[in-house]
């Protein structure tokens, strides 16, 4: 007879991810359509479903279950979906409980806190004002890391990148970060020296956002985001939540002008959504699916990035993808459009320029701006660089990685919200997911050489399986590393990614 | 030292009202913006959260502080605030513990299936194929009545009414529903019988359903509904959820002619959401107001209901919110309605015409379903009526009370949803709904000479305050009839209905 602690361990784990969906749904909710003064009650409702979620991603009975499981033969048998199941579930039990209680609770009141004094200090350029609450919340990602452990013959760092994206190193980051760092400085400054000036003329026409919302969700649609199993929907920062299994939910922004703004924003969490849809949640069999085991949930958060960042800039970017969309858009956005070939519209989305702000910054130079993070973070954490120190830090690098002054700390040290709630060890993945794009965008365009002359027609439907097949359907059944060199038969490089912007760059200035 | 018993049951039942307000946003969001393949997952979270907020309001803690404030003489003072509280939260933890975990779930599957069998059979008109469900929900409504048990000297169908309106008797309802039902035949056959024709002309026009939303929203902000702590949306059903403090959200549906519809289901909801929006929920003062408690609690369906029927038919279909409303309506909606004048609205909205479908029954008819129902369904729940007998009742009754042939149970016993779920004593509390309105409304107009004057111009906010003042800020602080004595110095009496619809036809049919 079949032992009943694996029924039971899953069971109990869909039980906690249903609280989590609910969870998703109260910020998702708060974030588009809430009434403005049911702020106070939402963070009552928030962090009693968030109480209910962690008992039970924490409860006595899931470890008995888990440890009966993991010695059970039938169950951790090599390459078995069982046992990379069993894995996963280890490795959020152990991170869920590793933590003391006390110090969950005060990482999320000084965090909620130090947002708070980060909002006023970036507004006023006050980098003094907030150095308290970066000091502090630095001391406590510390305790944080101390209470994971550093992996053996790694850093403390390692333990908080651990969170974010399992199994990688500070120093496996850092042997492809700096190589690409330099020949991205080379790069850039190639480019600036370039007579070559590129017009943005074709995205500065004003455009309604009701039609930028339908061309949206238009995209998306050819893309094979399933709108029957998910929505778009407008918020100040675009997300997505992929809150359950058939509701995945992407939002984007829409401004007057810059109409790729909220196009590449859509594409963006458009690709993130691609990933959620593919993931086996819902077994088309069985009404229960994966839902809640880790062989249904995301690997790491540098493939989930790969998967937006391939469509936003990879199809999205791309001049077959413009030869398809442009004529749409005259059609539906602006007859202006029509003045402008698909050569403008490649050459505008494509400009390199270094700038202050992460989140504006360009293909080029974006990752220039991560590496900056996790150089500072890493110090930071480990002590050698003190908090006080951080503006000189961030300033001196910006001028040596990107060449340009930072007049202030507001458009400098104090831009991004993640370290005032003690986001530490997040920043990388966002880099993370370029190479990963790049390195899968190489091998999916050898798998199918017809990809350029399909995406000029709309038709996405190869790379789309392709993406499923190789990436979405294994969940976490294996980890990031072996998922690249399964899919790409190669473990990540660099050097991918680098070909991609310097290609793009000699097309449009002319390197 | 104060006893702690009080401040921790009101904990515990603060802790139930969020888990309610989470199972609202999750009915919210299912009818308004959920993607459709959601569906299967949603009724997991909705039936994991519903167990939760089950679990907390029955649980034995809960019925032992009780029964230790129930004992504390500090608390139970004649007129307090903590005796009221204390006597309601005493009715909802017997109301949640008589029934038996197995009654309750078997009406929740039972009635689920019924309601599905319910859809068929309405579609084909197949009364037969609904009439073995019927039985099965009036036997488990009968024994659900049996676990709560008749009231001393009543009947087992009080039992039930006692769910939706606390303290009122069949006996009670009996004693002012039939002389009601005899005015009321006799002044639609005097209708019937006038020679005045009402056009309705001025309701036929298309107009765009976003103009429609613009419109009814300017009504709500000038009825005082605060759209800072509330919202307006679009589903099949109009409702109101008053989901939780700084939080009420209403719903209406747009049709492209008669403008009306859509306007009098976003007053009526309206109503109800003032209603919510004036309980004691929140505290100005501090954070956690009385949300949870019975005091920050509707006291009644039909309190709640006499609250939407006075705005949408005592304010919404009175001459003064024409004289205010026809001028906006023709500046924002239709030029075409620039033909019309007051005297046309007033009498286009106030036709009276016997009808088939409950829901689309005009003022002047409405009660007559609301009636036939009461009658039927108590007779059905004592035995004195057969359920396979109940569509010649029904077409009896309807021919008797109204004049009118049911072609077919389809357009008869067949029309409404609420049998089909176990909805049986719900009925009644539409039609004290609108007797509670018509008796405030005589009492506003006495104590607020000028009210029509300040309709005329849009001015409601005196309006919305006696209802604040008289009805809302008590939640359920006396039980719906001591309500009305203490608001309207008298016990609920049919005659205060009669005579508004009286003056109306009068003014409409010339009578």
């Not at 048998?77 to 996963?88: C, G, I, P, T, V």
């Not at 630095?138 to 209470?147: G, I, M, V």
């Not at 984007?252 to 703004?261: G, N, Q, V």
């Not at 293909?363 to 120190?389: S, W």
Request: proline letters at 5%; one cysteine or more; a neutral charge.
């Amino acid at each position: 007879m079949a032992s009943t602690h694996y029924p039971e361990l899953k069971a109990l784990l869909r039980e906690a991810a249903l609280m989590n969906s609910v969870s998703s749904l109260l910020d998702w909710d708060q974030e588009t359509y809430m009434p403005h003064a049911a702020a106070p009650m939402r963070s009552d409702q928030k962090s009693l479903v968030a109480t209910l979620a962690h008992e039970r991603r924490t409860s006595p009975r899931l470890g008995e279950l888990l440890a009966h499981c993991e010695s059970d033969k039938s169950l951790t048998k090599a390459d078995s979906e069982s046992a990379a199941n069993l894995r996963e579930i280890r490795r959020d039990y152990d991170l869920a409980t590793k933590l003391p209680k006390e110090l969950v609770a005060e990482m999320a009141k000084v965090g909620s806190q130090a947002q708070e004094a980060w909002k006023v200090a970036r507004a006023a350029s006050d980098f003094k004002a907030f150095l308290p609450w970066l000091t502090k919340m630095f001391d406590l990602s510390r305790k944080k890391a101390e209470c994971y452990g550093a992996p053996a013959g790694g850093e403390l760092y390692d333990a908080l990148l651990n969170e974010y994206e399992p199994g990688i190193t500070a120093k496996e980051i850092d042997a492809i970060f700096t190589p690409l760092r330099k020949d991205l400085t080379d790069l850039v400054a190639r480019v600036a020296a370039s007579k070559t000036k590129v017009s943005t003329k074709c995205l500065e026409l004003r455009i309604d956002p009701t039609q930028q919302h339908a061309f949206g969700q238009a995209v998306l649609a050819a893309m094979g985001f399933d709108l029957n199993a998910g929505r778009l929907d407008t918020t100040a920062h675009p997300f997505c939540s992929g809150l359950a299994a058939g509701d995945t939910r992407l939002t984007t922004r829409y401004r007057d002008e810059k109409f790729t703004d909220a196009l590449y924003g859509t594409m963006h969490e458009g690709g993130h959504g691609l990933y959620e849809q593919g993931l086996p949640k819902m077994d088309g069999e069985k009404d229960a699916g994966l839902f809640g085991q880790p062989l249904a949930d995301a690997v790491s958060l540098g493939i989930h990035e790969s998967q937006s960042r391939m469509w936003e800039n990879f199809v999205g970017r791309s001049k077959p993808f413009w030869k398809w969309a442009l004529p749409k858009a005259q059609k539906t956005l602006s007859p202006k459009l029509k003045k402008f070939e698909v050569k403008d519209l490649f050459a505008a989305v494509n400009t390199v320029k270094p700038s202050l702000i992460r989140v504006e910054a360009d293909e080029g130079t974006y990752n220039m701006h991560v590496m900056i993070r996790f150089e500072l973070e890493r110090a930071m954490l480990q002590g050698d660089l003190a908090p006080k120190d951080l503006p000189e830090a961030w300033n001196a690098r910006y001028k040596d990685y990107l060449g340009i002054d930072v007049p202030d700390d507001r458009r400098g040290c104090l831009q991004d919200v993640h370290w005032s709630f003690g986001l530490v060890g997040y920043f990388p993945t966002y880099t993370l997911g370029n190479l990963y794009a790049a390195q899968l965008w190489e091998k999916i365009n050898a798998d199918l050489p017809d990809l350029s002359k399909d995406m000029g027609k709309g038709k996405f439907i190869d790379l789309r399986e392709w993406l499923g097949t190789n990436i979405h359907r294994h969940g976490r059944r294996y980890r990031a590393s072996e998922l690249c060199q399964r899919a790409t038969g190669k473990p990540l490089s660099p050097t991918h990614l680098l070909q991609h912007l310097e290609t793009k760059a000699a097309v449009v200035y002319g390197l």
